[in-house]
């Protein structure tokens, strides 16, 4: 089987989305969707979509979200239901405009919460599995200090100009879209664990140890409320990116996630 790379863009929802596929198309293979962080877009992931196309077998599908990387800007500010937008409102179209026949979501932090929304609120029976990396449930405080910490090194230091490489035009978009929400004192009662206990498939969170962003208690929720089993690992020395400060456990880790679904036939047809 060939692994071919296809850079390209896609119309959902009068938003104009940069994509990349990686490996099969969904009438070859179970397709893997890829969501990003708070953060993240396309090419944040480097090759990690590839890697993952290589170790699986499968069709992977990365797409920056609006306001990201280089698709269409975001209307700014992002209220404080933007995850839940993005799920029930882009997600379902996009996943029809790809041609979507059945896979995992796989998301990380803001990624990993949209993908559970979406599980967790859509009946599809393509979803076959969720993979979490560094998922958000609830708003933690160390969440909020680490965002606060984020936003002066925007203002004051080389953050802004380390994001521009990634986000070009769109950088002020993403990174205040993202902050201004999350400090937003609203947001700080958003949680979504009714969305855990509707999810009916199995579910993979990997998280780092040393994750700034969120604790075990993300996980903690997850075991307690998932109505399907929960796969958690915790990853020494990582922080809040397991997928780029220790990728050859998380990958190791979703690999050994996939083939269990296949045990289970949990992928097939």
């Known amino acids: 089987m060939t692994y071919q790379t296809t850079d390209e863009f896609i119309d959902i929802a009068g938003q104009r989305l940069e994509c990349c596929w990686f490996g099969p198309g969904p009438e070859e293979a179970p397709t893997i969707v890829v969501l990003h962080e708070g953060l993240g877009c396309v090419s944040l992931w480097r090759d990690y979509p590839e890697a993952l196309a290589q170790a699986?077998?499968?069709?992977?599908f990365v797409y920056s979200r609006a306001g990201y990387g280089k698709s269409s800007p975001a209307k700014l500010p992002r209220p404080v239901s933007y995850m839940h937008d993005e799920a029930t409102e882009i997600l379902p179209a996009l996943l029809d405009a790809i041609g979507f026949k059945r896979g995992l979501l796989l998301g990380h932090s803001d990624g990993a919460s949209i993908?559970?929304?979406?599980?967790?609120?859509?009946?599809?029976?393509?979803?076959r599995g969720l993979v979490l990396y560094a998922p958000?449930?609830?708003?933690?405080d160390v969440t909020i200090a680490s965002i606060e910490a984020a936003r002066k090194d925007y203002e004051t230091g080389r953050l802004r100009e380390k994001l521009q490489i990634f986000h070009g035009d769109n950088v002020d978009c993403a990174f205040n879209g993202w902050a201004?929400?999350?400090l937003d004192p609203a947001f700080r009662d958003?949680?979504?664990e009714d969305c855990i206990a509707h999810i009916r498939v199995p579910t993979q969170i990997v998280q780092g140890v040393d994750d700034?962003?969120?604790?075990?208690?993300?996980?903690?929720?997850?075991?307690?409320?998932a109505y399907s089993?929960?796969?958690a690992t915790m990853i020494a020395d990582c922080g809040h990116a397991p997928h780029l400060e220790q990728r050859a456990e998380t990958l190791a880790a979703t690999?050994?996630?996939?083939?269990?679904l296949r045990a289970m036939d949990e992928l097939a047809a």
């Open 56 to 60: 699986t077998g499968m069709g992977v």
């Open 115 to 127: 993908a559970t929304i979406y599980t967790g609120s859509i009946q599809d029976h393509r979803i």
């Open 136 to 140: 958000h449930f609830f708003v933690e």
């Open 180 to 182: 201004d929400a999350w």
């Open 190 to 192: 958003w949680s979504i």
């Open 212 to 225: 700034k962003y969120g604790t075990s208690a993300q996980i903690d929720m997850a075991q307690d409320e």
């Open 229 to 231: 089993p929960v796969d």
């Open 255 to 260: 690999v050994a996630f996939v083939e269990h």
